[in-house]
C-alpha cells in the first residue's frame, strides 16, 4: 500500500468535494416515510385540483350578472334554492335570479360563475338580499386551479419536504419512488472496548462510546447505518468484518486502529486488498491526523481516530454533511460568530486545530476560553460550546484577540 | 362562550410566550433513544472514568526520573519488560532502570510515572534507548481525568446531545430518566376531506392533507403524536373526539372549523365546555385569521385554519418554536436575508401578512417575486421559497424596495 503524505485541511475538503453523489436503486416508500427523502423520477398527477369548480369564500354562489348594480342603498333580491356544505355535491343548478348558500371549500352549482360573501347579504327567508356587485369569477376557484392533471408535479431528484407532501396527498399519491439511502456501515475498533452491558471493568478496559455516538450522528445524516459493533483488534477480526460489510455497503467508516503504533490495525489490513486506492492517509489537523479516506472495491471508506472526541469532532468538520451530499439529505449549516478571546490559547505549529472552547460571560461580555482537557476526553465535547479554527503557523492565540467561534 | 376581539401578533406571541413549558412525568428510556430528550434528575458518575491510569500516547511507561539527563547525543538505556496493548492488563510492575511499552489508551504498569513517545525511542532487542527527559505525569491520563465518580455529570432539565450522550456511555450508563414528550392529539375536520385509499373523488371531496402533513411538522418539535384521523364535521363526532383526547393530551391541534360560516363546528363545540379559556380568538393576520387558542380542562388548544397552506403556515410561524418549547426540543432558528423585490406586492390593509414568496435571478440578481395562488392552493407553499412579513397598514410593496425573506 503506498502511504501519502500528510496533505492540508484544504487539500481534505477538495478530495471530498471532488467525490461525485452515490446512485442507488429506487424503492417504492409510503407518502408518509417519503419525508426528506430523493424522487426518483418524475411525478405527474393523475387529477385537476381541484377537480371541481368551488369557493374560496363562504357566500352565495350567485350568477355574476344577476348582481350587476347591487349597491348598500340598492339591494338586489335573489331566490335561495339550496345550501351546500364543503363535502356535499351540489343537488340543483341556478337558474337567472337564484343563489345557493357555499362554505368555503365547497362545490359550487352549475351555471354559477360567482361568489358573494356572506358580509355582502342579508338572508330572508327563503331569499337572500345582496349589496355587493360581483364580476363573473370572483372567489371561484377553478377546475386544476392548484394542479392540473398531467403537469409534472414533482420533478425527479427532488428533495421531498413537507410541502412537497402536502401537494403529493392533494393529488391522492399514496406511495412514492425514491432513492434508497445509501448503507453507511459502522465498525468500532479496539480490544480495550466494552459494552454498557458489562457493570465492572477491569484494568485497561473502557465503556464503547463510538459505537453509540457516531452511530447517531451517522443516523442524523440520512443514511442507512449498517452497525457491526465492537470488533476485536486482531488482524482476522477486522478483515472479515471488512469483507462482510463491502459486500452490502456504499460507505464504510471504521473508528479506530489509525495511528503508528503496534496495535494499528487498520492500515495493514486495508494493504491485502488489491483495489484499494488511499485517497488520504494523514490530514495536517489537530485532532484526527491520521485520519484515512480510501476507494475499495468502488466503495468509500473513512478510519477516524479512536477517541471519541476527535472522532467526533472530525465527523462533525468533514463527514457530516459529506455523507448528507451522498444521501441527498439537507446540509447542516453551521452557525458561527466573532467572540473575542478571554484567555491566551496555545496551538500545536504544523497543524490546523480544531479547538474546543467554551463561551463565558466576564464583565458583561461573551468571551472565548479553551477547554483545558484534549480529545482523550469525551468531557471536552461535553462542555464545549463550539470550535475555533487555530492555523497551521499559529502558536498562541492572544487574549483580547477576535476569533470566529462554530457552535455544534 | 366569550368571544375575544382580534388581536395583533404582536399580543398573539406574548400570549404563547407566557405559557409555561408543560411538566410531564418522568420515564425510563435506554441511552440511544435518549437523544434529544431532557434528564430528569441529576445522574452522578458511578466510576471514575478512566478508572486506571493510562497512557496519551503510544511510547514507554517509564520512570520518570530514570530518564533526567537523557538527550540525542546521552541516550539512556532502559530494560524492556512488557508490552502493553489497549485493553491488556499490565503483569509487570517497574523496577528503577526498567521500561513497557504502552500504546495509546493502554493501561500502565505500576510505578511507572511517565510516557516516552515513541519518536523518542529506539528499540533494542530487549532494551530501548531513550534520547528525552520527562518530568513526572508525562502523557498519563491519572484516575478520574475526565470523569470523577460520585460528580454529577449531566444536571437535570438538560437536553440531551450527542456530546451528553457520549459521556454518559463512558459512565457507562445504560438507561436515563427523562421526562415523557408532551402528547398532542392532531384531529383534522372537514366533510370533505377523503382519504387517499379512495381512487376516484366525488364531486365536493377532496383528499386529506393536514393529516400527513401537520402530523409530520408537529413529530419534528420533539411531541408525541396522537393522531385521530379526520373527523366528520357533525357536533357528536367532534365533540366526542374531543372528549377523548382531553383525557389523554396535553396538547390538542384540530385543523378546519374555524371561520364564521355555517358549516364550522370547532367554536360551537368549544362553547359547551364550562371550563373552557379562550385565550385568543381571531389574529389580525393572513393567512390564518380565524385561529383559536384556549386552555380546556388544564389542556391547551389550538384550531388552525382548514387551508392546508394557511394552516402549515401558522404552524411555522407560530407554533414549530412553541411545541419545541413544550417539549424542551432544540428551537428551529430560521434562516433570513434581505433582498429585493422584483414585482409590486399587493397587500391587504388590517392584517399582517405572511407572503409567500419566490427568489429568483433576474439580471444577475436575486429577487423576491410574489406567489400568485394564495393559500387555498397547497401549490402556494410548493412553489414558495419562504414568506415575507408585510405590516398591517402597508397595501403595497414596490420594486426595488428591500424586504427581509424567511426561509422555509
Same mark, same amino acid.
Given at each position: 500500500m503506498k502511504f501519502l503524505k500528510? %496533505?492540508?485541511? $484544504?487539500?481534505?475538503? =477538495?478530495? /471530498?468535494?471532488?467525490?461525485?453523489? %452515490?446512485?442507488?436503486?429506487?424503492?417504492?416508500?409510503?407518502? $408518509?416515510?417519503?419525508?426528506?427523502?430523493?424522487?426518483?423520477?418524475?411525478?405527474?398527477?393523475?387529477?385537476?385540483?381541484?377537480?371541481?369548480?368551488?369557493?374560496?369564500?363562504?357566500? *352565495?354562489?350567485?350568477? @355574476?350578472?344577476?348582481?350587476?348594480? @347591487?349597491? $348598500?342603498?340598492?339591494? %338586489?333580491?335573489?331566490?335561495?334554492?339550496?345550501?351546500?356544505? @364543503?363535502?356535499?355535491?351540489?343537488?340543483? $343548478?341556478?337558474?337567472?335570479?337564484?343563489?345557493? *348558500?357555499? @362554505?368555503?371549500?365547497?362545490?359550487?352549482?352549475?351555471?354559477? =360563475?360567482?361568489?358573494?360573501?356572506?358580509?355582502?347579504?342579508?338572508?330572508?327567508?327563503? =331569499?337572500? /338580499?345582496?349589496?355587493?356587485?360581483?364580476?363573473?369569477?370572483?372567489?371561484?376557484?377553478?377546475?386544476?386551479?392548484?394542479?392540473?392533471?398531467?403537469?409534472?408535479?414533482?420533478k425527479k431528484n427532488t428533495l421531498i419536504d413537507l410541502a412537497t407532501i402536502g401537494i403529493l396527498a392533494s393529488c391522492g399519491i399514496k406511495e412514492v419512488s425514491v432513492y434508497k439511502k445509501p448503507i453507511v456501515s459502522l465498525i468500532s475498533t479496539g480490544n480495550e472496548l466494552v459494552s454498557q452491558d458489562i457493570k465492572e471493568l477491569d484494568i485497561g478496559k473502557i465503556y464503547d462510546i463510538n459505537s453509540i455516538v457516531l452511530k447517531k450522528a451517522i443516523e442524523n445524516t440520512g443514511v442507512q447505518v449498517n452497525f457491526l459493533g465492537v470488533v476485536k483488534d486482531e488482524y482476522e477480526d477486522l478483515k472479515n468484518s471488512m469483507d462482510n460489510v463491502l459486500e452490502n455497503s456504499d460507505i464504510i467508516i471504521l473508528s479506530g486502529g489509525t495511528s503508528k503504533g503496534e496495535g494499528d490495525l487498520g492500515p495493514r489490513v486495508l494493504e491485502d486488498y488489491n483495489d484499494i486506492e488511499i485517497l488520504i492517509h494523514g490530514v495536517k489537523i489537530k485532532p484526527g491526523k491520521p485520519m484515512i479516506f480510501a476507494k475499495l472495491k468502488k466503495k468509500l471508506l473513512f478510519i477516524l481516530p479512536g477517541y471519541p472526541t476527535s472522532a467526533l469532532s472530525c465527523f462533525y468538520v468533514f463527514i457530516d454533511n459529506f455523507l448528507r451530499k451522498m444521501s441527498g439529505y439537507p446540509l447542516r449549516e453551521r452557525f458561527s460568530k466573532e467572540i473575542e478571546v478571554g484567555e491566551r490559547i496555545y496551538s500545536t505549529v504544523g497543524r490546523h486545530e480544531f479547538k474546543a472552547v467554551k463561551i463565558q460571560e466576564v464583565d458583561g461580555k461573551k468571551r472565548i476560553f479553551p477547554i483545558k482537557t484534549g480529545s482523550e476526553a469525551i468531557s471536552t465535547m461535553f462542555y464545549a460550546d463550539g470550535y475555533i479554527e487555530i492555523d497551521e503557523l499559529e502558536s498562541i492565540i492572544e487574549r483580547g484577540d477576535n476569533r470566529r467561534v462554530y457552535f455544534f
Open positions: 500528510t %496533505i492540508s485541511v $484544504e487539500e481534505f475538503k =477538495n478530495i /471530498l468535494n471532488s467525490i461525485s453523489k %452515490i446512485v442507488t436503486d429506487e424503492e417504492l416508500v409510503s407518502l $408518509e416515510d417519503s419525508f426528506n427523502r430523493i424522487i426518483s423520477r418524475d411525478l405527474p398527477s393523475n387529477i385537476n385540483v381541484p377537480h371541481f369548480r368551488k369557493s374560496r369564500m363562504d357566500g *352565495y354562489a350567485v350568477i @355574476a350578472e344577476d348582481t350587476f348594480g @347591487a349597491e $348598500e342603498d340598492n339591494l %338586489i333580491e335573489l331566490e335561495l334554492i339550496e345550501t351546500i356544505q @364543503a363535502g356535499d355535491i351540489p343537488q340543483k $343548478e341556478l337558474n337567472k335570479g337564484q343563489c345557493s *348558500y357555499v @362554505a368555503t371549500g365547497a362545490a359550487i352549482p352549475e351555471n354559477s =360563475n360567482g361568489i358573494v360573501m356572506v358580509e355582502f347579504s342579508d338572508k330572508q327567508e327563503n =331569499n337572500v /338580499l345582496i349589496s355587493n356587485a360581483i364580476t363573473p369569477g370572483t372567489h371561484v376557484i377553478e377546475i386544476g386551479h392548484d394542479v392540473k392533471k398531467g403537469d409534472v408535479i414533482v
